[in-house]
């Protein structure tokens, strides 16, 4: 009988897609606490565009295995896990080391996938799931009649702000190239052409009063256009610097420029808020508080999906061998949803 091997993704420093590497070992053992995942799914983000080129803001030293989060099924239990759990299918968000056919993760850190959900589909929803829901529901507080907007409708994250918003009875605008806008339409989205001249002008046009909210993961100038689009009480949730993935220089100044703007517009008396989101807050203050919210976020994500509010967009599948491409196609711009990886 053949031996089970350990196949992982490293990313030894800044290269392009071809240059990610397949390095080959023993299968781990859980350790006290922890559980052994055989992987299913996990999936490109733009944290592993950031990566690869060293602009993520706090993301390990070269070399490391990159791979945001995963769906797997348990495959063992280390000590003091209930082993129980052997089985059982579950998604994880990790930051890196997805991508590898097997990956050990704290046991308080895996939140089962419910029966019918399969992994793939499952996949899509983690790190998108969990940033579009606490976004649209912990941060802007978005419901019925409030008219929001949406930078990269058609993305990974922004696929499923969409589809949540619509669930809870908002109107919809959301920005995205030519060759997205008839899904959009379709899915009830007033979409909105990204290249166009003047984006907050046209926004503008289809919301003279405002906006409650915008959900924007583009960051750099436009930021304040994005600002300025809210109506009184309205909410900015920023969450990325797109904008400046292909900068050189350093990689925190971005984030910090856009953290001292959402400090000076809060610290206004305008009736408006600004949020910098970050799906890892609270973590190192309050591990458990954190751990729990997550669970309690992703499991009404997958209820989401069960109940048909949200389709997952899977733009492809490929095999953990293939990184280098998968990486290409995501970073392409040519897809819509998720790139998905299969062991």
Do not use: C
């Not at 989101?277 to 954190?290: C, I």
């Amino acid at each position: 009988m053949r031996t089970e091997e350990l196949v992982e993704v490293v990313l030894p420093g800044k290269v392009e897609p071809e240059g990610l590497r397949i390095r080959h070992g023993a299968v781990p053992t859980p350790g006290p606490g922890q559980v052994l995942i055989r992987m299913e799914a996990t999936g490109v983000s733009f944290a592993e565009q950031q990566m690869r080129r060293g602009r993520y803001y706090d993301q390990p030293p070269f070399p490391f295995v990159p791979g945001y989060d995963l769906v797997g099924t348990v495959q063992s239990t280390g000590e003091g896990v209930e082993p129980g759990l052997a089985g059982t299918r579950v998604a994880a968000l990790l930051k890196v080391g997805g991508w590898a056919s097997h990956v050990l993760v704290d046991a308080a850190d895996v939140v089962p996938v419910p029966e019918g959900i399969e992994a793939a589909q499952a996949e899509t929803l983690v790190v998108n799931g969990i940033t579009a829901w606490q976004m649209l529901h912990r941060k802007a507080r978005v419901r019925a009649g409030h008219t929001i907007v949406v930078y990269g409708a058609n993305g990974g994250v922004g696929s499923v702000l969409v589809q949540l918003a619509l669930a809870a009875g908002a109107r919809v605008i959301g920005t995205a190239s030519v060759r997205h806008h008839d899904a959009l339409r379709e899915r009830g989205v007033v979409p909105v052409d990204y290249r166009a001249a003047d984006v907050a002008a046209r926004i503008r046009e289809l919301a003279p009063g405002g906006v409650d909210a915008v959900f924007d993961h583009v960051g750099g100038r436009g930021i304040v256009d994005s600002w300025r689009l809210l109506a009184p009480g309205g909410t900015l949730v920023s969450y990325g610097s797109a904008s400046t993935r292909d900068a050189e220089g350093s990689k925190q100044l971005p984030v910090l420029k856009l953290l001292g703007r959402v400090w000076l517009w809060n610290a206004l008396p305008n009736r408006r808020r600004a949020y910098f989101y970050n799906v890892w807050a609270g973590r190192a203050l309050a591990k458990n508080r954190f751990r729990s919210r997550l669970r309690a976020d992703l499991t009404q994500v997958f209820a989401s999906l069960r109940r048909g509010d949200l389709t997952p967009q899977i733009a492809a599948e490929l095999p953990l061998a293939e990184a280098s491409e998968a990486l290409r196609l995501a970073e392409s711009g040519t897809v819509a949803g998720k790139v998905v990886l299969h062991p």
